[in-house]
């Protein structure tokens, strides 16, 4: 498995193994071992929840539900959670050249998304599953990927418990 190959299945299917908007922090945790916290979105409010394994992101609602995920690919150095226990560790920053040959390799269609684009960067969008990779340019110079990232703007989420109105974990949750 290379970076590129497995940022292209997560082009075309929107996870990183059992990482993946709508599944479950307990589920995912199952699987891999628990995450490391990286805390709050928000100063103001304990939930969502920054959590990560490797150089993946999880945004975790209160209801223990995975709203975003983010692969941060600008480091030098990134762990994937590919199977391996520890995570597989790749050369960071692929270039566009290399994206777009991986997601076209697993026949993903993509095209450029040109709404709201910063100088200096520039994002490309899957049609079928809308994971956005997204470059960063620098004049002269081909451009790096710095994040891949889905997220979902809706989900089911269960109301808290009975005396957790600032959002906590139900108290009958024991993990984390």
Known sequence: MTAIRTLAEFGSTAAVGPLRCGATLDDIAATLGPP?????????????RLFS????ELCVCRCRRVT??????????????VGETPPAVFAGSPTHAE????LSATGCRFGPVTEHQPP??????????GVTFTFRTASGSEPLLDSAGHWIATHDCAP?????????VPAD????
């Open 36 to 48: 490391w916290e990286i805390g709050p979105v928000s100063k103001r409010r304990r939930w969502p």
């Open 53 to 56: 394994y490797g150089d993946v």
């Open 68 to 81: 975003m995920i983010c692969v941060q690919t600008w480091r030098d150095v990134l762990e994937l959670p």
């Open 99 to 102: 994206v777009t040959a991986g």
């Open 120 to 129: 200096g960067q520039s994002a490309l969008r899957v049609d079928s599953t």
């Open 160 to 168: 808290p418990a009975a005396g957790g109105g600032r959002g906590d």
């Open 173 to 176: 949750r024991t993990s984390f």
